[in-house]
């Protein structure tokens, strides 16, 4: 039900303390059943009010579920408060079916739209208005063929138990609905003034020798109530009004029995009539007293949040309002804004003022919805923005935001920026210098080592003695390996200068086997077998010269790092979509896979672990090289275990349809 009310609480009670609540209401509906049936007035057949009805309500308000138990547990209690009370069995039962249908159908409306963890609100007032017209309309009518049935007053029952019922609802069944704590008192010393001017109001219009028609005096004191009080408090006084009332008028005292002149009937009917104007129109002004002051709360919370953040916010806020001369005055800030624009801010007297040509400066640099940036003394830099504060065109919020720090960030990568590019132009001129230099140096000794193998190769063909031919072998072999190298060295200073020259037709089968017949003899002298797969033929566009090259550095490589008695397989196969691919395959020691990404590095070698093979280093990076430069890819496989496996990729040849001009 309604959130934090009298009947929310019962039903979030466990089941023991829930069934203890509700045989509580029912045995208060029985006790005063009872005691309204005796205290009917002298020659009236119904009783001036009936609050248990009001009771009834909350009972079934409360009731987990649709309450039809507790409504049928109704009809049990006011039908044995009727049979005490000498009422006809029937007419007993007829009773409290009745009762139970008055509070099913109040409670079944106010459920109707029920929202769970709601406030009870000036519009919840207005439906329980008319929920209990409804009620009242329904026990009318039932109690009203039940008299008349037994010969009474049809219409004339009607009205009273619509009233008496009504009144009740309206006054009693309200108290479960309403926040518990909206019957906490407020302001405790105007509300005993208060009290005590409501009593003198009641004494003077309902004590005993007072006959005046100032029936009325209690409907400005129980409106201060409403207006300054609650919801709660303003019901608790209507009710103890009404018991008042009827109390003073059923011993013959006050106003209306002046105005009955001794018809029991009419003075029941006016004192009905008086409760329901009481609670039918102070009930809403209650609620919505009740409304304002918890807008009134929530708003002063956010409006408290909204200050607190503010004044803790790192960015700087400044509220102006523009005045009659055309200046701007200082509303509200927090103290980051008036450290940040403190320069800007002038203070005469109890006023604060910000410079006007400053803030015309910035409005024009920074239009609405927009920043910018400024510069302040001590090397600050502030993020400036202006906007109108929601439609009112008067007042101006500027905001600032220290960027200072971002600034030197700004700067400083902006620096280093340019430390880095310096440093990137020249180390690519110590690379072109370094390649210039090999160059040389490689062209300086190309002549004298030729020159040194070309006399070896003499000597070598001369009848020397075994001594001396060991030491001529010697002289060949590192004059190999140092003219190797010498070349190697030319071709990574002309690769590096090359650009990617135009591509021929070439067949790859053809290239490979040529290939693999030049270093048969290599092979066999290291006691590898070489085998080319058969398969299909592949017209690859490329620069023959350097296809061979790729091919010669492959095949070598894996006759170098082979053992004895090991296979080296070349396989020719359909590569991704456009090319042709190449896959030689070694049974050496491979190449450990952490090595892997480095061996494309120049004179990068992978040492075995007591074993010395020879070599420059090169070969792979030129490998690389000229498969890059004839739009290729090169990859290595190896578990560093079982041999090594170089994939080759290069482009089939696709003849150019449109001829040269």
Not at 26 to 55: D, K, Y
Not at 200 to 217: E, T
Not at 238 to 249: E, F, H, K, P, Q
Not at 274 to 285: K, V
Request: glycine content about 8%; overall charge negative; charged content about 20%.
């Amino acid at each position: 039900m309604y959130r934090d009310s009298l009947t929310a609480a019962i039903r979030r009670q466990t089941p023991r303390r829930y069934a203890m609540s509700i045989a509580i209401l029912l045995l208060l509906v029985f006790v005063v059943s009872v005691a309204s049936a005796e205290l009917r007035f002298p020659g009236s057949s119904t009783a001036p009010w009936w609050p248990a009805a009001g009771i009834s309500v909350i009972a079934v308000l409360a009731a987990r579920g649709r309450g039809f138990a507790v409504a049928g547990l109704i009809v049990v209690v006011t039908t044995a408060a009727n049979l005490l009370a000498s009422t006809v069995w029937w007419v007993a039962i007829g009773f409290g079916i009745a009762n139970a249908a008055e509070a099913w159908v109040v409670a079944a409306i106010m459920r109707y739209r029920r929202q769970t963890g709601r406030r009870f609100r000036h519009g919840d007032s207005v439906r329980f208005i008319v929920a209990t017209a409804a009620g009242a309309a329904v026990i009318g009518t039932l109690v009203g063929a039940i008299v008349a049935v037994n010969g009474g007053d049809l219409l004339g029952t009607m009205a009273h138990v619509a009233a008496s019922h009504g009144s009740s609802v309206l006054l009693l069944g309200v108290l479960g609905l309403v926040p518990r704590s909206s019957f906490l008192p407020r302001r405790p010393a105007e509300l005993a003034l208060q009290l005590v001017l409501l009593s003198v109001a009641l004494g003077i219009a309902f004590g005993p020798g007072h006959r005046l028609p100032l029936a009325f005096l209690a409907f400005p004191v129980l409106a201060w109530a409403a207006f300054r009080f609650s919801a709660g408090v303003t019901l608790i006084e209507i009710v103890l009004s009404s018991v008042a009332i009827a109390t003073m008028s059923f011993l013959g005292w006050g106003t209306f029995v002046t105005v009955a002149a001794g018809n029991g009937e009419l003075l029941i009917g006016i004192i009905q009539i008086f409760t329901l104007s009481l609670s039918a129109s102070l009930l809403p002004l209650a609620v919505a007293q009740d409304d304002r002051t918890d807008l009134y709360v929530r708003l002063s919370a956010r409006e408290q949040l909204l200050r607190g953040a503010i004044v803790s916010a790192h960015a700087g806020f400044i509220v102006v309002q523009r005045q009659d001369d055309g200046g701007y005055r200082v509303v509200e800030s927090n103290p980051n804004g008036e450290r940040m624009l403190a320069s800007w801010l002038i203070t005469d007297g109890e006023t604060t003022t910000i410079d006007r040509e400053k803030l015309s400066m910035l409005r024009v640099a920074a239009p609405e919805g927009t920043a910018t940036g400024i510069e302040f003394p001590g090397d600050v830099y502030l993020d400036l923005s202006v906007a109108p504060v929601a439609d009112d065109r008067t007042l101006l919020l500027i905001q600032a935001i220290d960027i200072t720090e971002q600034n030197k960030a700004a700067r400083a990568v902006a620096d280093a920026f340019v430390h880095e590019r310096e440093a990137a132009d020249r180390l690519r001129a110590l690379a072109a210098q370094k390649d210039e230099f090999v160059s040389s140096v490689s062209h300086e000794l190309r002549t004298p080592v030729t020159s040194i193998l070309g006399y070896a190769e003499e000597l070598g063909e001369a009848d020397l003695p075994e001594s001396e031919r060991k030491s001529v072998e010697i002289i060949m072999r590192n004059a190999r390996r140092l003219a190797d190298l010498v070349e190697d060295l030319l071709d990574v200073s002309r690769e590096a200068g090359l650009p990617s020259t135009e591509p021929t037709a070439i067949d790859l089968r053809s290239a490979v086997v040529d290939r693999v017949d030049e270093l048969s003899t290599i092979a066999s002298r290291a006691r590898v077998t070489i085998t080319v797969t058969e398969g299909e033929d592949y017209v690859i566009g490329g620069d023959r010269t350097g296809v061979d090259r790729i091919l010669v550095n492959l095949i070598a490589n894996a006759i170098k790092f082979t053992p004895p008695d090991g296979r080296v397989d070349i396989a020719l196969s359909p590569g991704p979509d456009g090319f042709a691919r190449i896959e030689v395959v070694d049974t050496g020691r491979g190449i450990p896979p952490s090595e892997l990404d480095k061996v494309f590095e120049r004179f990068h070698r992978v040492m075995g672990k007591n074993e010395f093979v020879p070599g420059t280093g090169l070969g792979l990076p030129i490998v690389r090289d000229l498969v890059t430069r004839m739009g290729g890819r090169i990859e290595l496989r190896s578990d560093g275990k079982t041999g090594t496996t170089a994939i080759v990729d290069l482009p089939l040849y696709v003849p150019d349809t449109v001829p040269a001009p």
